[in-house]
C-alpha cells in the first residue's frame, strides 16, 4: 500500500486516507531518513485522531503523550537518541505498546526485538520532490 504527499496542502487528507486504509492497527513503526517527513505526518494522524494537545517532537522526552477528544491516549516515540534496545525496555516501552493505544514509533530500529509482530511498518521517502508512504 502505497501512499503520495506532493504538497504540505494534502498532508492531511492523506492522514484520513490512512487512518481509513488501516483501521484496525494501533502500533506504526515510521522508518526514513532524517527530513523524511516523519514528524510531521505523525502530528497529522494525531489531530486527524482527534488530538488538540500542541504537539512537539518527542526527541528529547523519548515518548509524548497526547489525548484524543475520546479521551484516549496516543504515544509518540522518537528512538533516535537511544544507544541501546534496553533503554527502550528501562522506559517502559513495552508497557505503552500493549496498552491498546495508538503508538507511532520514529526511529524503530532503535529497539529491535521489543516491537510486537502485529506493528505495522511504514517507510517514508523523499523522491522528486514528493513524500512516498510505503506500509508493508
Known amino acids: ?6 504538497d504540505i496542502n494534502e498532508i ?3 492522514a484520513i486516507d490512512f487512518l ?3 483501521p484496525n492497527q494501533k502500533i506504526f513503526a515510521f522508518h526514513g531518513d532524517l527530513g523524511a517527513g516523519k514528524t510531521t505526518f505523525i502530528k497529522a494522524l494525531c489531530e486527524k485522531l482527534g488530538v488538540k494537545d500542541q504537539m512537539s517532537s518527542p526527541s528529547f522526552s523519548i515518548v509524548n503523550e497526547y489525548n484524543s477528544e475520546n479521551g484516549n491516549s496516543i504515544y509518540h516515540f522518537d528512538l533516535y537518541r537511544l544507544k541501546s534496545p534496553q533503554e527502550a ?5 513495552e508497557e505503552y505498546l500493549y496498552s491498546g493505544n495508538y ?3 520514529e526511529w524503530p ?21 514528493r513524500r512516498i508512504i510505503s506500509v508493508d
Open 89 to 93: 525496555f528501562d522506559i517502559g516501552m
Open 12 to 14: 492531511q487528507k492523506t
Open 1 to 6: 500500500m502505497k501512499f503520495f504527499i506532493a
Open 103 to 105: 503508538c507511532f514509533i
Open 109 to 129: 530500529e532503535r529497539a529491535e526485538g521489543i516491537l510486537p509482530k502485529e506493528t505495522v511498518h511504514v517507510k517514508m521517502v523523499v523522491e522528486d520532490g
Open 20 to 22: 481509513k486504509n488501516l
